[in-house]
């Protein structure tokens, strides 16, 4: 139930509200006291609470006086405007007007002989600022005209202009509304007065015309701005000219608007055109003409006029603003700033024994001396460090005083003059002290601005060994000792800064190791090292103290050989003989006879070259010719080797445009099978008919292609090109396809042979792809993995040239191939009974392993009869065809095989 209050009930939720608002004034009330008590506290708050009223209140007076002002100067500028406006055209009108009197007078004398042209030229009546006057008779048709119209007469009668002039009670000037001259073709304005003869009777009216624009060309002189305008009344108020508004829209219509209701009688008048539809308001000033019937009017838009005040607005608001942010963000700062005086004063006790316990666990020593060399500060481990007694030490010590007893550094007085003058260079320098035990300490030294210097002291034994260890390690092998690549060009580089570059003497031999690929994939990595440390051992044994031998690369090294008794080139090619030799003696490695050998390229300073690069250059052509030479011998560089590698160079050039041009040929040599005579398969080969060489051997293009990274793209030519070929073939005809080692390694060749296999057309059945065990020295792992899966497209994998390498039956085992291509060498050999034992064994193991076997290189009748005697089936050579055409393969029919075999 409610109670009662007063005689009268009071309901419960007034009487809530009543107690909610008690409880709101009570908090209101105290956040004023705290509030008041936290401004008298704080001066700072207390200034921002009186100046910023005045700041804003200081703003909104500025602004407001400026729009007055420009309100003021705009009304001044539209009058001037609007006073020269009508100067100007009254001047116009005027000129026009007495042109008017002139013709009226002259034609009152002879209306019969009056010619308007002939006057107008002879008076320079119709000049200026008219288009045309003409004369037009009682009967409203054109008498003369300025222009010569020679045409039909024309009726003038129904213009405004000839009707109100003849409607005239007296004789005054009419202007009329603009009109599109039938003669003229222009818009003009019409001036017109009567026309009388000599008695003074009406005869007519005579017309001036103004151009339009020439009344409008005051709007350029106006500078009224942005949405400014002119307008030009008669005195209906209809508009005669006008600018800045569209003159096509309000020309020659009655557009009185305000202009007649301000006007009235009068000739001034100045107000506000407001509240335009889809436009801004405008300041109008209107005269009125005394000596004329035109009325002008002049307009300045509302933004124009407040533009500049409107500028200053935003300045004077950005500047407001930002005194107002400074005035806050200084009270506040400084509220802060007492709050951190507040900290600072309590952490300030705290400091010292801070600064003492990060002395005591600094991990460096630390020392600190005044302007006068005295001690003001250090710790425990910099007097550890240097050996110093802590009783003797105390701070006020000078420097010499401290370091008098000490043997890390001698010459006190001359290290702390050296270390002062320092200073005065630089704000910080660092020094390192040998302490006769070995140890190494480093120091850094730090200017301090009142004087004197700080310094930290390191124990840096353990890291100065690391980084000796680290330079070895830059420039020399860790395998073999030797110097490395960087320190062997640093050597050469000294060796040629010693003397000048054309008196510099000393030979460079580059070495490379024959067979040590075929070792090390063999035996293994850990032999292989062990064998590269032996060959550095011998040729270490070789060289003089003088000379300095380096390892280049993986089975790479290189020897300088410092000048001797001997002529230069005599003691380098005596060396190089001994290398070859000593390096070709057998090696035991791990219990396994290992036999190398060595090739070795000579350059000769200054004959062979002055520069770095120039001499290694020429020391590796030596090395190359070396290498085709047979290997295991050395030769000396020679202009004829630069000339054999520029040649190489233009052939390898010539060789990418033949490819890039698909100008290499593909010929095909055929597989026979000696029973029957039929082609089994074909092989595609590359064939270059060069344009002026003729034709160049494939042993000679096939190197360059592999060393000039161009064999990838080559063999991608040949494989598709055969593949489409051998669509015109028999259809139990397969075609072979060799590949490179670099094929494997440069492309993804399954794509390679799945797209030449899409776009020919071919089974997969009828391709043949040849290989050498050189695909299997580059990457066994990921190229075993390569031909798994072309062999999982269909097609045939064949090891060619087998035999050749001592490893040819362990890629046998390493991967099921189709076919194995006997090497011509046994072929050639067949007539000795060793070489048959091995075939025979070849054949055995092929039978074995389910392989097909193909004779190559068979060149005479007798090694086709003893191959078909050892079972062999299939041969390839001269004696059945050479590489040919596609045009000229043949497909000889098949002999029946005993008929085959008394041939055979």
């Known amino acids: 139930m409610p109670e009662r209050a007063c005689g009268r009930a009071v309901p419960r939720e007034v009487e809530a509200e009543t107690v909610d608002a008690g409880v709101c004034s009570v908090i209101f009330a105290r956040s004023v006291r705290k509030a008041t008590k936290t401004i008298l506290r704080n001066a700072p708050l207390q200034i921002a609470l009186f100046f910023l009223p005045l700041l804003w209140i200081g703003y909104f007076a500025i602004t407001s006086s400026e729009r007055t002002d420009a309100v003021a100067q705009a009304r001044s500028h539209g009058n001037s405007v609007a006073e020269l406006f009508e100067e100007n055209t009254e001047r116009i009108f005027e000129r026009v007007d007495q042109s008017l009197l002139v013709v009226r007078a002259l034609y009152a004398q002879d209306p019969l002989t009056f010619r308007l042209k002939f006057w107008s030229d002879k008076a320079r009546i119709a000049t200026g600022d008219v288009v045309q006057f003409s004369l037009i008779g009682l009967d409203g048709y054109m008498v003369d005209t300025t222009t010569g119209y020679s045409g039909a007469p024309l009726y003038i009668g129904d213009r405004e202009h000839f009707i109100n002039v003849m409607a005239l009670a007296d004789d005054r000037l009419y202007v009329g509304k603009p009109v599109l001259g039938r003669a003229s073709h222009k818009w003009t304005i019409q001036l017109a007065r009567k026309l009388f003869d000599l008695a003074g009777n009406p005869a007519g009216v005579v017309v001036g015309s103004i151009s339009v624009d020439v009344v409008g060309r005051f709007y350029g002189t106006a500078k009224l701005g942005d949405g400014g305008t002119l307008v030009l009344r008669n005195a209906n108020y209809v508009v005669l000219a006008a600018r800045g508004v569209d003159q096509g829209a309000v020309l020659g219509q009655r557009t009185s608007n305000r202009v007649e209701g301000e006007l009235r009688d009068g000739f001034y008048a100045q107000y506000w055109n407001e509240n335009r539809p889809n436009r801004s308001d405008r300041l109008i000033t209107a005269r009125r003409s005394r000596a004329f019937p035109l009325i002008f009017t002049v307009g300045i838009s509302e933004q124009e006029i407040y533009s500049r005040s409107d500028f200053r607005q935003k300045i004077y608001l950005g500047g407001v603003l930002l ?29 010292a024994s801070k600064f003492e316990d990060a002395l005591r666990n600094l991990p460096q020593g630390l020392s600190m001396f005044d302007g006068s060399d005295r001690l003001i500060a250090f710790n425990r481990q910099w007097l550890e460090l240097y050996g110093l007694v802590p009783e003797e030490i105390r701070i006020g010590m000078d420097f010499r005083e401290i370091f008098a007893k000490q043997t890390a550094v001698l010459d006190v007085e001359a290290y702390l003059v050296d270390l002062k003058n320092r200073l005065v260079q630089s704000e910080h320098i660092s020094n390192t002290v040998q302490f006769p035990d070995g140890r190494v300490a480093y120091i850094s030294y730090g200017r301090r601005e009142g004087g004197g210097w700080v310094a930290t002291h390191e124990d840096i034994t353990q890291r100065k060994a690391s980084e000796d260890r680290i330079e070895r390690l830059a420039h020399y092998d860790s395998l073999t000792g ?130 770095v690069d120039e001499i290694l250059r020429n020391a590796d052509l030596a090395l190359y010719k070396s290498k085709n030479a047979g290997r295991s011998c050395f030769h000396i560089y020679s202009a004829q080797l630069k000339a054999e590698a520029d040649q190489r160079n233009v052939l390898e050039i010539e060789l990418r445009e033949a490819i890039w041009r698909e100008e290499i040929e593909v010929f095909y040599q055929p597989v026979i099978e000696l029973g029957t005579g039929r082609v089994k398969s074909v092989e595609a080969l590359a064939r270059w008919h060069h344009a002026t060489r003729g034709a160049i051997s494939p042993a ?205």
């Open 700 to 904: 000679e293009f096939i190197p360059v292609a592999e060393s000039g990274g161009l064999i990838v793209e080559l063999g991608n030519q040949v494989l598709i090109r055969a593949c489409r070929d051998a669509m015109t073939m028999p259809s139990d005809v397969k075609v072979a396809v060799n590949l490179s080692a670099l094929q494997f390694a440069g492309t993804n060749l399954v794509d390679t042979v799945t797209s030449a296999l899409a776009q020919s057309g071919l089974p997969e059945a009828r391709l043949e792809l040849e290989i050498t065990e050189s695909v299997f020295l580059a990457d066994t792992q990921e190229n075993l993995k390569t031909l798994q899966r072309l062999k999982g497209l269909g097609v045939s994998i064949a090891l060619d040239d087998f035999g050749v390498g001592y490893s040819s039956l362990s890629y046998l085992t390493a991967f099921p191939f189709n076919k194995v291509k006997i090497d011509k060498t046994f072929i050639d050999r067949i007539d000795r009974c060793e070489t048959v034992a091995v075939l025979k064994s070849i054949m055995q193991l092929a039978k074995t392993l389910k392989l097909s076997i193909v004779a190559e290189g068979v060149e005479t009748s007798e090694q086709v009869g003893r191959l078909h005697s050892l079972g062999i089936p299939l041969g390839q050579g001269f004696f059945f065809s050479k590489p040919v055409p596609l045009a000229d393969l043949s497909w000889p029919s098949p002999v029946p095989r005993r008929k085959r075999q008394n041939a055979a």
């Open 323 to 351: 005194l107002t942010f400074i005035i806050l963000t200084a009270t506040f700062f400084r509220w802060r700033r007492q709050q951190a005086l507040d900290r600072a004063q309590r952490e300030l006790r705290d400091f």
């Open 482 to 611: 030797l110097s490395n690549r960087n320190l062997f060009k640093e050597r050469i580089d000294k060796a040629l800064a010693r003397s000048p570059p054309q008196e510099a003497s000393f030979g460079v031999l580059l070495l490379d190791l024959d067979k040590f690929k075929a070792v090390n994939d063999a035996l293994g990595h850990q032999c292989g090292d062990a064998l590269l440390k032996q060959v550095a051992g011998r040729i270490t044994a070789q060289i003089r103290d003088v000379d300095i031998a380096a390892r280049i690369g993986g089975d790479e090294f290189a020897v300088i050989v410092a000048p001797g008794r001997a002529a230069m080139q005599d003691g380098a090619a005596s060396l190089a003989a001994r290398l070859v030799q000593a390096i070709a003696e057998p090696y035991h490695i791990e219990g396994h006879p290992v036999v190398i050998g060595c090739s070795i390229g000579l350059a000769l300073v200054p004959e062979h070259g002055t520069r």
